[in-house]
């Protein structure tokens, strides 16, 4: 990832817990019999965390509810490999930086926040087979610089949110290289802030996936400057171990053969 317009920043989390919800009270049939529903029959809950904040992925609407491409794909993924899904509500709401540290002390179940596969997530936790890929992109205001390349924005101030591809992405093509220095770069809780900097000219450009930046780009008073590929790819996070992980993968796959996948595509991305 990376994270909405007109969205919240996720504040402090909705904490719910992950386990089993299902029920099955036991009944007396009348008739001497024991009808008590096995534990073994309950429907297993997997809890999503997320970091809103990143439309059209995960990111609140008029009404503060949490919307996305991801949670819509996370509870049809989380459904089809025979689970419940927690419903949105539930979810734990936190900032992307926190996440992985937050699945890894089980305060959820799965991360779905448009997280990129990485090597060094990856040794941390599992992730499922990919489900969608993106680039970067540089965001600047309307009618001001119109950077081509990253040498461009030599001497500029630049913004991304903490912990994400676009931040380390401004590391190693503006901060490492010596194009700015680390006074020039502004870390941000999430995009949101990162956004409103850039049109109040607190910094000059922005980092940020590709999706993302079109979106803030329809919404707000900033353009696309250029693209830098990186071609990532997004993946579902659940714990190191985690055997859920295989079931992920199977649902994810068939919401894709059963056209689930594609609808979703068309509604927030085309």
């Known amino acids: 990832m ?3 317009v ?11 817990d992950g386990g089993d919800d299902g029920g099955g009270d036991s009944t007396d049939s009348g008739d001497g019999g024991d009808d008590s ?17 990143f439309a059209p992925f995960e990111f609140r609407n008029d009404d503060n509810e949490l919307v996305g491409f991801d949670v819509d794909l996370a509870t049809a993924v989380i459904e089809a490999a025979g689970y419940e899904a927690a419903s949105p509500e539930n979810w734990v709401t936190i900032e992307f930086d926190t996440l992985i540290p937050s699945l890894r002390r089980g305060d959820m179940d799965l991360v779905a926040a448009a997280m990129t596969i990485t090597e060094e997530r990856d040794e941390q936790i599992d992730f499922s087979e990919s489900y969608y890929e993106a680039n970067q992109a540089v965001l600047v205001r309307e009618d001001d610089i119109d950077p081509s390349e ?4 030599e001497g500029r101030r630049v913004g991304a949110q903490s912990g994400t591809t676009g931040e380390s992405t401004a590391e190693s093509e503006l901060v490492e290289p010596g194009l700015i220095d680390g006074s020039q770069y502004n870390s941000y809780g999430n995009y949101v802030l990162a956004i409103n900097d850039l049109e109040n ?7 940020i996936d590709t999706p993302v930046a079109n979106n803030f780009a329809d919404d707000r008073s900033v353009q696309v400057a250029f693209v830098f590929e990186t071609g990532e790819e997004f993946g579902f996070g659940m714990q190191e171990g985690d055997d859920r992980i295989s079931d992920i993968n199977e649902g994810l796959a068939e919401v894709r053969d059963n056209g689930t996948y594609d609808e979703l595509v068309s509604e927030y991305f085309q």
Do not use: R
């Open 2 to 4: 990376a994270g909405c």
């Open 6 to 16: 007109g969205g919240d920043s996720g504040d402090g989390g909705d904490d719910a």
């Open 37 to 53: 529903t096995d534990s073994s029959d309950e429907v297993e809950t997997i809890t999503p965390g997320t970091a809103p904040g």
């Open 150 to 153: 990253f040498a461009d924005l």
């Open 201 to 207: 000219g607190n910094i000059d450009a922005v980092v």
